[in-house]
């Protein structure tokens, strides 16, 4: 990150490579959480009183579903891997 900060404003410059089409589905998940879930509605509400603003928390709500997914996933290969192959 490229500190890009003014004043008493602590900001950095935001790296945006990494997997686009990755950040896109994680997006159209987390304001699809934001609209109709209450739980995801008072995650970000919390972010928003810690003093980050909506985009932040926004990028905080993704980063913890991100951890979610991972967390899924992993568990779910385990399983798999888990299974007996016999013959």
Request: charged share 30%; net charge positive; with cysteine.
């Amino acid at each position: 990150p490229v500190p890009v900060s003014s004043g008493k404003t602590n900001r950095y410059r935001l790296n945006r490579g990494g997997d686009r089409a990755a950040n896109s589905a994680l997006h159209i998940i987390a304001i699809g959480r934001l609209r109709t879930d209450a739980k995801t509605k008072e995650y970000v509400a919390r972010r928003v009183a810690e003093g980050h603003t909506k985009m932040e928390a926004i990028r905080c709500l993704k980063r913890y579903i991100s951890r979610e997914v991972y967390t899924l996933l992993r568990n779910q290969n385990r399983r798999i891997n888990s299974i007996p192959i016999t013959a």
